[in-house]
């Protein structure tokens, strides 16, 4: 199930809280947990690329690089639109509401994987990194912020590509971490393009679905459903501690039976 070229490689997860103020920000901050909860059990390394905090609570977004064997390979599941239904601890009237939050996930490319950077599209911004306590925190400019210039080779569409890294306390560091977040975003987009191209090819069949909803969590009814391969459970409290390997096989199986059709 796991036989492309990148299924092997690491993974860029970024979450970003939708419309909803303060819940879906809460929501945000339960997805990393879940994700984070997850790779902890597969003993994946985990690092947080860059974090912005909520406004009352949780997070408006985050970026976590993943390393270890096959991670793209399972977490190429979770990529697309989840949303929450629940009886909100911010809402004083005890109302039913229902938050969205969207996940991203792009392969964390490695030295084994040829990917151009035109230097020339590329400029540099730094920064003071915010964040609790540390001599160091707003004294040093050790946050950097990229931006690229991409011209897609296929539509002739422009766009800038903006990365914001503040890891570690080390400019150059940040420079390295950010350079290899774009390189893993440009061969994302290429393969994006194969995959489409493969869609039409098989038309439709392929259940990818990026940017779609793909799973409700409904905290009161005790379930989680996967919209594509309609597998759900009961166990939300093991889901939100990590348990997605059901949800991930259920996946995979599909995904992976359709690709056999071909």
């Not at 984070?36 to 390394?45: A, H, I, M, T």
């Not at 707003?138 to 210039?149: A, D, F, I, P, T």
């Not at 969590?217 to 990590?242: A, E, I, L």
Request: charge should be negative.
């Amino acid at each position: 199930m796991l036989r492309r070229e990148e299924d092997k490689l690491g993974v860029v997860l970024k979450i970003n809280s939708g419309a909803g103020g303060t819940e879906s920000q809460d929501w945000a901050s339960m997805l990393m947990r879940m994700y984070l909860r997850w790779c902890e059990k597969k003993g994946y390394k985990t690092s947080i690329a860059n974090l912005l905090d909520g406004d009352e609570a949780g997070i408006k977004s985050c970026t976590i690089n993943v390393e270890g064997d096959f991670a793209y390979g399972y977490l190429k599941s979770e990529n697309g639109v989840h949303r929450l239904v629940r009886v909100s601890p911010y809402n004083a009237q005890g109302k039913r509401m229902t938050s969205f939050a969207s996940v991203f996930v792009t392969p964390l490319v490695d030295d084994t994987i040829e990917v151009k950077v035109e230097p020339a599209l590329l400029s540099w911004d730094t920064f003071r990194s915010g964040g609790a306590g540390g001599q160091n925190v707003n004294k040093v400019e050790s946050g950097v912020r990229l931006r690229y210039q991409f011209t897609d080779p296929y539509t002739g569409e422009k766009e800038e590509i903006l990365i914001e890294n503040t890891e570690t306390r080390d400019q150059p560091k940040n420079k390295e971490n950010a350079l290899r977040q774009l390189r893993s975003i440009l061969y994302d987009k290429e393969l994006q393009h194969r995959l489409q191209e493969q869609a039409k090819v098989e038309a439709g069949k392929m259940k990818i679905e990026w940017g779609s909803q793909i799973r409700s969590y409904v905290f009161d009814d005790r379930r989680v459903k996967d919209h594509r391969t309609n597998f759900q459970t009961s166990d939300v409290n093991g889901v939100m501690d990590g348990e997605l390997d059901d949800f991930i096989k259920a996946y995979l199986m599909e995904f992976a039976a359709t690709e056999a059709q071909q």
